[in-house]
C-alpha cells in the first residue's frame, strides 16, 4: 500500500527544487496535495519552474494535486491556504514547510525590510501554518509536521576566523537555527497527541534553479540530487512517532541509517550537524531554573 494513501498534504514552496521534488513523490505514494507558491505559471519568475508545471506532472503521472497560489510572508493568506485546503480535500495530515527566502548580503548592508520579509517567510510561516493545522491534528490525534532546513544553521564557532569563503548567510542561518528549536519545542509539546514534528536538511547542496543562479554548485552534475530531500521527508512524515518525533537530521544521514544508499557524504555522514541535531532527548533545562539564571 502506498505509505501516503489517502493523506491530505500541504507542500509550501512547490513550484520548483525541493518542494515540487516532495510534492511529486507525496502524489506518487498516494496523497492528495496541495502544492503552494508565489510562481503560478511559468515566465512569473526568472526561475524555471511553476505550480502549474508541478501540477500538470503530477496529474500526468496518476496523482492527485491542486495549485495554490500563496504568499507564505502574508498570514492572511496562510489562513486563506488553510481554509482552502480542507474545502478542497479535508483537513490537513502532512505539512511541509519548505519554501524559503534568502539574501545572500552581509549585516551591516542587510536592509531591515528584507530581514523583515525572509523572517516572515523563513520562521513565521511554518509556525503560523503549524498553529493553523494542529487543531484538526490534536482533534484526530495524528499528523505530521516536516520544516525544510539547511546546512546554513551551522555556525561558524568561536573565532580566531579565517576569511569567509562566502559572505552573507548569516540572516539566513539564524532563521533556520531558529526554525531547528522550534521543531524541538513544537514536538515535545504536541507529543501527546500522537503529533510528530521534524526537520530535515540537505547533507550536501541540493541542484535546484535557485542553488544553480545563486551559484552554489557550478554545474547540474554537481552536489546532491533533489530526490534525496523528497525521499527523507517521506520518511520522516511516515514512519511511527516515537522512532522520528523532534528528529532535527540530514537527507543522507537519514538514508545512510535507513540503509537506501550504499555511500553517503556531506552534513551528518563527513562532519556533525547543527547543535539541535546531535541533542539528546530528555536535557531540557527546568523552565523555573533557566529563568532564574537569566535574572
Known sequence: MAK???KVAIVTGASRGIGKAIAELFAKEGARVICTARTVKEGDHPLEGSLQTTVAGIKAAGGDAT??????????????????????????????????????????????????????????APFILSHLVLPDMIERKAGAIVNISSGAAIGPGRGPYKPAVMRGGTCYGAEKAALERFTQGLAEEVYEYGISVTCLSPSEVVVT??????????????????DYMAIATLVLATEPLDKVTGW???SQELMKQYKMLDKATGIGVDFPGSGYSRMAANVTIPLRRARSQSE
Open 67 to 124: 495549485p495554490i497560489a500563496c504568499d507564505v510572508s502574508n498570514e492572511a493568506e496562510l489562513e486563506k491556504l488553510v481554509a482552502d485546503t480542507k474545502k478542497i480535500y479535508g483537513p490537513c495530515d502532512v505539512l511541509v514547510n519548505n519554501a524559503a527566502l534568502t539574501y545572500f548580503i552581509p549585516v551591516k548592508d542587510f536592509p531591515p525590510r528584507r530581514w523583515a520579509r525572509s523572517f516572515a517567510v523563513n520562521v513565521h
Open 4 to 6: 501516503l494513501n489517502g
Open 209 to 226: 534553479p535557485g542553488t544553480v543562479y545563486h551559484h552554489l554548485v557550478s554545474s547540474p552534475k554537481e552536489g546532491e540530487p533533489v
Open 248 to 250: 532535527v537530521t540530514y
